[in-house]
């Protein structure tokens, strides 16, 4: 009994051929590297589209892919207005003669009404002793800024400077009866 057909070697060149054609492309990966290319024979026809990253140009070539900057969006709202300081001020308060050795309050100087003390400091003209400073309030919304003395040992000129504003309005602030 014969169990082959007779077209033997024509089926055995069909199976050569198919083994060929099947491998064919994975050898010809394997054998083609990019030695073997020829410098600038590759074309954009050539390229799948959308296969290239930034990464694969030179940085020379990213940089130049940069188009001109577009035209300036629409101006944004305006903020919110901001705390006031409109009538922010200094205010200097000299007093002359001082007597030495004074153990007590030697400056006051009171913000207009409904202001509030923002900053204040003192000297003296002729002593590097140090005054000190603080604040008080007079009545129910305006403060004041006193400078007082443990006494220098001549008489001297003190002068207290203070700054004053009216800030935002918040919550009642405590303030001491004295």
Request: charged share 15%.
């Given at each position: 009994?014969?169990?082959?057909?007779?077209?033997?070697?024509?089926?055995?060149?069909?199976?050569?051929?198919?083994?060929?054609?099947?491998?064919?492309?994975?050898?010809?990966?394997?054998?083609?590297?990019?030695?073997?290319?020829?410098?600038?024979?590759?074309?954009?026809?050539?390229?799948?589209?959308?296969?290239?990253?930034?990464?694969?140009?030179?940085?020379?070539?990213?940089?130049?892919?940069?188009?001109?900057?577009?035209?300036?969006?629409?101006?944004?709202?305006?903020?919110?207005?901001?705390?006031?300081?409109?009538?922010?001020?200094?205010?200097?308060?000299v007093v002359?003669?001082?007597?030495?050795?004074?153990?007590?309050?030697?400056?006051?100087?009171?913000?207009p009404e409904?202001?509030?003390?923002?900053?204040?400091?003192?000297?003296?003209?002729?002593?590097?002793?140090?005054?000190?400073?603080?604040?008080?309030?007079?009545?129910?919304?305006?403060?004041?800024?006193?400078?007082?003395?443990?006494?220098?040992?001549?008489?001297?000129?003190?002068?207290?400077?203070?700054?004053?504003?009216?800030?935002?309005?918040?919550?009642?602030?405590?303030?001491?009866?004295?």
């Amino acid at each position: 009994m014969r169990f082959l057909p007779r077209s033997t070697p024509a089926i055995a060149l069909l199976v050569v051929a198919l083994v060929v054609a099947a491998s064919g492309g994975a050898m010809a990966a394997k054998k083609i590297t990019g030695k073997d290319i020829k410098n600038n024979s590759v074309t954009s026809a050539d390229i799948k589209n959308g296969t290239l990253a930034a990464s694969d140009f030179s940085p020379g070539a990213t940089s130049s892919l940069v188009g001109p900057a577009g035209p300036a969006g629409a101006a944004g709202a305006a903020g919110p207005a901001g705390p006031g300081f409109d009538d922010f001020a200094w205010y200097e308060v000299v007093v002359d003669d001082v007597p030495a050795n004074t153990d007590d309050i030697v400056a006051e100087g009171d913000c207009p009404e409904h202001q509030l003390l923002v900053s204040a400091f003192a000297y003296w003209n002729n002593h590097n002793d140090a005054l000190q400073v603080s604040h008080n309030f007079i009545g129910a919304d305006t403060m004041q800024a006193v400078a007082w003395s443990t006494g220098v040992d001549d008489v001297d000129t003190v002068v207290l400077q203070y700054a004053c504003a009216s800030l935002p309005v918040q919550a009642p602030r405590p303030h001491s009866s004295k």
